[in-house]
C-alpha cells in the first residue's frame, strides 16, 4: 500500500474554511426566500383578517345589531383580535349605505337593493422588518352585506 503524496496530506487539514465560505453563500440565498416566505405569508394572514373583520361587520351593521352601534370600533376590535392588538384604528373604517354591491348581477339584470358597505384600509404592520418588496403595502378589504328590510 502506498501512502497519498505530501501535498495531498497537507491540503487534508487545511480544509477547515471551506465549509464556512459555503455556508456564508448559500446561507445568504436560503435565509432570504426563508424570510420571504415568512413576509410573505404574515401579509396573506393580514389580509385574510381584514377581509373577515369586514364581513362580519358589515353584516352586524346591516342587521341592527346593537354590539355594532359604532361600526369603526367594532371592526378595529375585530382586526385588532384576528391579528396583534394596536393594527387596526377607527380611522381606517369606513362605512357606506349602497345601492349596489360588486357581484350582485342575476342573468336577468341588476338586483335593486340597498346594501351596508364597510372597507377597511390598513398599512401592513411589517413595513419596517421587511425588505422592500415586501414594505409600503397598504391592504384594503370591502364587504357588504344586504340591509334586512324590518
Known sequence: MTSAPPSRRRRRGLNSGETAVEFALVGVVLFTL???????????WTQNALQEAASR???????????????????????????????GNAATVAVSTGATCSGDATS???????????????????????????????????????????
Open 34 to 44: 426563508l424570510f420571504g416566505i415568512i413576509g410573505a405569508a404574515l401579509l396573506m
Open 57 to 87: 361587520t358589515a353584516r352586524c351593521v346591516a342587521i341592527g345589531s346593537t354590539e355594532c352601534a359604532t361600526p369603526a370600533s367594532y371592526a378595529a376590535g375585530l382586526v385588532s383580535g384576528f391579528t396583534f392588538a394596536g393594527l
Open 108 to 150: 336577468t339584470g341588476t338586483i335593486t337593493a340597498s346594501y351596508q358597505i364597510v372597507k377597511i384600509t390598513s398599512a401592513f404592520w411589517a413595513n419596517g422588518l421587511l425588505p422592500s418588496p415586501l414594505s409600503g403595502i397598504t391592504l384594503s378589504a370591502t364587504a357588504c352585506y344586504p340591509i334586512s328590510a324590518s
